[in-house]
């Protein structure tokens, strides 16, 4: 019988009494056990080791570096916003930090990758044509000089090895650049999509060579007076002054509120519910002021309800007509998505069959989910509506409907105050005069602060003085009561 089978028929205590007598037998040939715990202590680091592998640290030097833009869409319900913030991580710039530092596309942050954004958009506002500018890693070697002609936007390469004397032909290395596309999209939330990317010049910057900036913000034009809506639009197309239709902050040191509009125009979206045809609102333009498009929105819902005359417009572009802006709500963030940046200067890569399929099946199965959702309140809206309206002779609710005043419209228009007899807030001399007011006295109180602490910490050194010329002279007062007094 084998040593392990002998081993395996053995009861617990015989395996403690064999392994005592073994150990007998080697103290007699001066062979030394170590102890038990010391074996178990080995045999677990021993197992640590194994499963924690150092990782060794990427080197970038190895890799080249060159500049490029993203095209990036993104869902902005969930987000606050594109900006990074300090107060929360949940916006779409530190997910896209977080998957270019997992992919090691940039070494450490945005700043030393030279970033830049065409625009920002607020909580909740969505993009389909977002466009960043970065400096990321390449597959080409670090000498490699990047051009961003049409020709060599295919990014492939050749590099030779001369180290030897045979023929370069036969050491050539064909090199494909990374797909920077397919590597953020692996990583990035299934809302944030990387759609494209292109070659850019060392002096590109999203923000200023940006062309042009398109907006589409959708509403529904149940009782909408449309065309009073496009005359509307017509009144701010030109350089205009938008004061009235902004948020104005004085602490940013925007002091222009002139911007220049291309096109601005009301359309049908899509065929959709003949009762609640969709509609969108699009305004390009040159660039665009903090909330400018959902202002421009409030005013332009109010001349659709006839709420205004859609001469409105004109008059609140007119300094003159209207010096100070009147107080209004502004519209929701949600139905506004930043459509599309143009450039001069990009010539987007493309992207292959796979990776265009493998985005649209991401985005398929939330429209599914949404399209599912719609037509579930669609079918309660439905059922809804076959209700009978017991103080009306027992009809049903679409028959009554109809024939029914909106109650909510009603009491809206009823308490509704037109817009030139509105209450009016600052102009922006005046918020500027109360801001600069408010941080000299900020810096007066500061000064103030200094210069006490300054006095306080001059007694106590001169107290300490005092007590080393004196030492045994004893303290009468507690140094509490000294300082307060």
């Known amino acids: 019988m084998s040593s392990r089978s002998l081993l395996k028929t053995l009861s617990r205590d015989g395996l403690v009494d064999r392994c005592l007598l073994l150990e007998q037998l080697l103290s007699q040939h001066n062979v030394s056990v170590p102890p038990a715990d010391a074996q178990t202590h080995n045999c677990n680091n021993t197992s640590n080791n194994k499963k924690q592998k150092k990782k060794r640290p990427f080197d970038f030097s190895k890799y080249g570096r060159r500049k490029i833009a993203l095209k990036v869409a993104y869902l902005g319900e969930r987000y606050h916003g594109l900006a990074m913030q300090s107060s929360t991580n949940e916006t779409v710039e530190a997910h896209l930090l977080t998957a270019l530092l997992k992919t090691k596309l940039i070494e450490k942050d945005f700043a030393s990758a030279e970033y830049s954004r065409s625009g920002r958009t607020d909580k909740g506002v969505s993009a389909f ?9 390449s597959a080409f070697p670090p000498s490699t000089v990047f051009t961003t002609a049409p020709t060599t936007v295919s990014t492939t390469a050749t590099t030779e090895d001369n180290h030897s004397g045979n023929n370069s032909a036969k050491k050539a290395k064909v090199i494909t650049e990374l797909n920077y596309v397919k590597m953020l999209n692996g990583v990035l939330p299934t809302d944030i999509r990387v759609l494209d990317w292109a070659p850019v010049d060392d002096d590109f910057n999203a923000r200023f060579s940006c062309t042009a900036r398109h907006y589409k913000y959708f509403f529904f034009s149940e009782n909408m007076d449309i065309k009073a809506m496009e005359t509307a639009c017509s009144y701010i197309v030109g350089e205009h002054d938008f004061s009235n239709f902004c948020k104005i902050d004085v602490s940013n040191g925007m002091t222009l509120f ?20 969709l509609y969108e609102f699009n305004v390009r333009g040159r ?8 202002c421009l929105m409030a005013v332009l819902e109010l001349v659709g309800k006839g709420r205004e005359d859609p001469e ?35 010539h987007w890569t493309g992207q292959t069959a796979t990776d265009i399929e493998t985005i649209e099946n991401t985005w398929m199965r939330s429209w599914k989910e949404n399209t599912t959702t719609n037509a579930l309140h669609d079918l309660f809206m439905d ?8 103080d009306h002779s027992g009809k049903v609710w679409k028959d009554v409907r109809s024939s029914l005043p909106s109650t909510m419209e009603e009491r809206e228009k009823r308490k509704y105050k037109p817009m030139r007899s509105r209450p009016v807030g600052e102009s922006f001399s005046q918020r500027l005069r109360r801001y600069e007011q408010k941080m000299k006295e900020k810096e007066q109180e500061e000064e103030n602060n ?15 003085k005092l ?19």
Request: proline share 7%; hydrophobic share 35%.
């Open 467 to 485: 007590r080393q010329r004196w030492p045994g002279r004893r303290r009468t007062r507690p140094l509490r009561s000294i300082l307060v007094s």
């Open 287 to 294: 660039g665009f002021l903090w909330h400018q498009v959902r």
């Open 450 to 464: 200094q210069t006490t602490t300054t006095t306080t910490w001059e007694f106590l050194r001169r107290l300490r």
């Open 312 to 346: 409105i417009f004109r008059d609140l572009v007119d300094m003159e007509a209207f010096p100070c802006k009147p107080v209004y709500t502004m519209a929701s963030e949600r139905p506004l998505v930043l459509y599309n940046c143009e450039y001069d200067t990009l």
């Open 129 to 137: 044509g977002q466009v960043v500018s970065l400096y990321v890693r």
């Open 258 to 277: 002139r911007r220049t509009i291309y096109d601005a125009f009301v359309r049908p979206y899509k065929p959709t519910n003949a009762s609640l045809p």
């Open 383 to 390: 059922i809804l509506s076959d209700v009978s309206v017991s």
